[in-house]
């Protein structure tokens, strides 16, 4: 059986539901109202607007969830805190794309958090409500938080919340999905007899926004007045992961045997290493814990499945082993960058998960109850680490960039090959200012020279005059080959020709140009280990004295294969043609049309 929970329990409540389709409508205009925060000085001022929308809607989902009759000073002092915790990610590292160093990460870990919090209070409220518990700590000593803890906050009641939770978001997302459905749906019904005010509404943000907020805060509403179902869909839930288990457990014992036969080459060569692991373990987490069960009475008396549950939490050590060892080459070979210090902060708490599972696990009998005693402590470890990467305490952008700087100090890459855009655009401003630096105060004149170039692109993915340069001269000379006869190329078509959508920056190409005509054909031929590969072949035109951007596919696949071997045979010529050009108000209009119409020759025009 289920634990149960206050969100799971069978009552009804339409105050409730109501207050949450009126909040959520609040809530979801106020994140329409303030989600440009661009054009707002001062910078502080930017900051509290930014995060005004993830602040709102995670303490009105926070509040949502942890209502109950009677508490709502409770519930809304927990989901300001909630909403702190989530917003406040912008309070203290500022706005992405204006000079921060907000990532991705940093608004995950701020979520974790308040997510944590809120399983607690949630947990310990229910035992309060029950009267199994005070409803808060006789005192603020660290002995009295920790003894009013073990009284309050049970695993059964966390882990039954957090599957709460979760199923209660997405069904109610999927709700208000639905009703963004039927709302276009009825627009379009509408339409039919000639009332265009729905579609017209529809196209307003606010009104959208309002929408998708009620919908949302009347099925969470709704949802826990009917706690029946969501207890059927855990239950169904854990019997799947259940099933699953055996079958997980096998496949990862097998890949684990195979390693010492097939080495670890293959895994460093996808790439992906690290987070393949990590998607694993987490995979296995869930599955254990599937089958430990909440209590005593949901433990499994399957020895199949209890033995697949230990082998799921035991191999747990060698995959974040892999990966560790998978993220310190990464290292070693390239430095620290912010993406890999968020990585390898996350290889520390599975770490800690790992081998705590392990403790629990090969320990005396009874290693289910210590392997919940050990999650409810992880609780705790995972929320506290959580809140410290949420704020700029680490700095990682900061640590990134000096390691950075001390490799390129200390010659361990060479000035020609650093990665001075990485520096620039994904450093955040520690990266920026050691740009400058470099640019104005380094001893190396190649480095002061690659920072300045740096400093004046655009955008992550533009490329510095001096790269251009080199990919277009003698490397380019190396695998080019020009037809009908070899001659100079003019500076620019060199720089047209290592574009994406050209002859690439490796790898064979094939080159048909003669000097004076505004076009060339540029066949970009396959690497010649890949026998099945076609070229590609494209027309680039040269447009007011300049060679565009743009290019045309000739043809692909077998076709570019037979007009490539024509191009070598010299069976290229730019012939005349007539045309007709459409014309309104004096204006061409549209491409040139074919010179014949339904058969019938046209007059050649004066």
Aim: aromatic share 8%; hydrophobic share 55%.
């Amino acid at each position: 059986m289920m634990a149960s929970n206050a969100s799971t329990a069978q009552t009804v409540w339409p105050l409730r539901t109501w207050v949450l389709c009126v909040l959520g409508a609040l809530v979801g205009l106020a994140i329409d109202r303030f989600s440009d925060p661009a054009p707002i000085e001062p910078e502080f001022l930017r900051r509290v607007i930014a995060a005004l929308p993830m602040f709102l809607s995670t303490a009105a989902l926070a509040f949502g969830l942890g209502w109950r009759r009677r508490r709502p000073v409770a519930a809304l002092v927990v989901a300001l805190i909630c909403g702190l915790l989530g917003g406040g990610v912008f309070l203290w590292n500022g706005v992405p794309g204006h000079g921060s160093s907000v990532d991705l990460w940093h608004l995950v870990c701020g979520a974790i958090a308040a997510a944590a919090l809120l399983v607690l209070f949630q947990a310990a409220q229910d035992r309060s409500l029950a009267g199994g518990a005070p409803s808060a700590p006789a005192g603020v000593l660290p002995r009295a938080v920790r003894a009013w803890s073990r009284q309050a906050i049970h695993y059964e009641d966390v882990h039954g919340h957090l599957w709460t939770n979760a199923l209660l978001i997405g069904a109610s997302a999927l709700f208000m999905l639905l009703s963004f459905g039927i709302a276009h749906l009825l627009a379009q019904m509408f339409m039919l007899v000639k009332l265009p005010f729905l579609r017209d509404a529809l196209r307003e943000s606010a009104v959208v926004a309002m929408l998708c907020g009620a919908a949302f805060g009347a099925a969470l509403g709704l949802l826990q007045d009917r706690g029946a179902i969501i207890a059927a869909l855990q239950r169904v839930a854990m019997l799947v992961l259940r099933v699953l288990a055996p079958v997980v457990a096998l496949a990862i014992g097998i890949f684990l045997a195979a390693l010492p036969v097939t080495g670890l080459a293959p895994l460093w060569a996808t790439g992906g290493t690290t987070p393949i692991m990590l998607a694993g373990a987490v995979l296995a987490l869930f599955l254990a814990n599937a089958v430990v069960g909440d209590t005593a009475l949901e433990e499994t008396r399957s020895v199949l499945l209890g033995a697949s549950a230990a082998a799921l939490g035991l191999f747990l050590l060698p995959m974040v082993g892999i990966a560790v060892f998978s993220s310190g080459l990464r290292v070693h070979q390239h430095g620290l960058t912010p993406e890999r210090l968020w990585a390898l902060a996350f290889l520390i708490v599975a770490s800690i998960t790992a081998i705590a599972y392990a403790v629990a696990i090969l320990g005396a009998r009874g290693w289910f109850a210590r392997l919940r005693r050990t999650n409810r402590m992880l609780v705790f470890v995972i929320a506290g680490i959580a809140l410290l990467l949420s704020t700029p305490i680490f700095g990682f952008e900061r640590i990134a960039t000096a390691h950075q700087l001390q490799r390129l100090a200390g010659g361990q890459v060479a000035p020609d090959k650093f990665d001075y855009r990485a520096l620039w655009f994904d450093f955040g401003p520690e990266g920026r200012a050691a740009i400058r630096r470099l640019a104005s105060g380094s001893a190396d004149a190649t480095i002061r020279r690659h920072a300045a170039e740096t400093m004046k692109l655009t955008d992550r993915w533009a490329v510095p005059p001096m790269v251009v340069a080199a990919r277009s001269g003698e490397l380019l000379d190396e695998r080019l080959t020009i037809l009908p006869i070899p001659v100079e190329m003019p500076p620019a078509l060199r720089k047209r020709l290592v574009q994406y959508d050209a002859c690439e920056e490796t790898g064979p190409c094939l080159l048909h140009y003669v000097p004076g005509e505004d076009l060339a054909i540029v066949v970009k031929l396959p690497a010649p280990e890949c026998g099945d590969c076609a070229p590609t072949v494209r027309l680039i035109r040269q447009e007011n004295g300049e060679w565009s951007n743009d290019s045309r596919y000739l043809a692909q696949g077998d076709a570019a294969r037979r007009l490539v071997a024509q191009i070598r045979a010299g069976a290229v010529d730019l012939r005349p043609v007539m045309a007709r050009q459409l014309y309104i108000g004096g204006e061409p209009v549209g491409e040139p049309l074919s010179t014949a119409a339904n058969g019938a020759e046209t007059a050649e025009a004066p």
